[in-house]
Every structure is written in C-alpha cells, then in structure tokens.
Nanobody, 124 residues
C-alpha cells in the first residue's frame, strides 16, 4: 500500500508563498506520476498540477500557471509544490496523489492513492 503525507500548509497573507511537500512511502517511487489537487470549502476537487515519473513533463491548471511550480525528488520519494503570489481564492485543502503510470494525468479519477491533505488559507 502506498501512503502519501502532505505538509507545509498554513495561514499566509495574500502575495505570500508556501512550499508544500508530499512524502510518498513506496519502493517504486520512480514508476509513479504524481499530482496536486485542491478542494475549497463547498466546492469540488480541482486539478492544480501534475508531473510525470521522470520529472521532465509537467502540467498546470490555467488558474495557477506562472505562480505555482511542481517538482519531485526521486532520491527522497518526495513531491513538492511551490506556491507564490497567493490569492485568497487559492485557499483550500491541497491533496497530493500518486498514479501507477509513467505518464501524468489531470483527472482525479486517474490517480490510485491520495494523501489526507494540508490546509492552505490565504488572508486578504
């Protein structure tokens, strides 16, 4: 069973930055593509960013493009999301997810394992 544990969320002022991390427990980290999704209160889960197994191919939601950056450290089994220029509308629970496929997906249904989420709250 693959376990994912997010960290790095918190309360930040508009315009601020955070670095979210996701530790993935598996012996085959490099066979998984990974993603970040978020869910604001009262809304559905939405795609944020994804990265393929090699780390060379990435995709982003239009709403965060240019402000967020996804990366992975295959030596440390860790996924990251750098979030800059935060806006109040970025407030949500951020989830990391793992997919047993070398190629990334922007669809939540494409992921096999999920973390519990980390709360990001952006004050205006």
């Amino acid at each position: 069973q693959v376990q994912l544990v997010e960290s790095g969320g918190g309360l930040v002022q508009a315009g601020g930055s955070l670095r979210l991390s996701c530790a993935v427990s598996t012996n085959s980290f490099t066979t998984f593509s990974l993603g970040w999704f978020r869910q604001a209160r009262g809304k559905g889960r939405e795609f944020v960013a994804a990265i393929d197994a090699t780390g060379r191919t990435k995709d982003y939601a239009d709403s965060i493009k240019g402000r967020f950056a996804i990366s992975r450290d295959n030596a440390k089994n860790t996924l990251f999301l750098r979030v800059d220029s935060l806006k109040p509308e970025d407030s949500a629970v951020y989830f990391c997810a793992a997919r047993r496929d070398l190629f990334l997906s922007v669809y939540s249904s494409g992921y096999d394992f999920w973390g519990q989420g980390t709360q990001v709250t952006v004050s205006s």
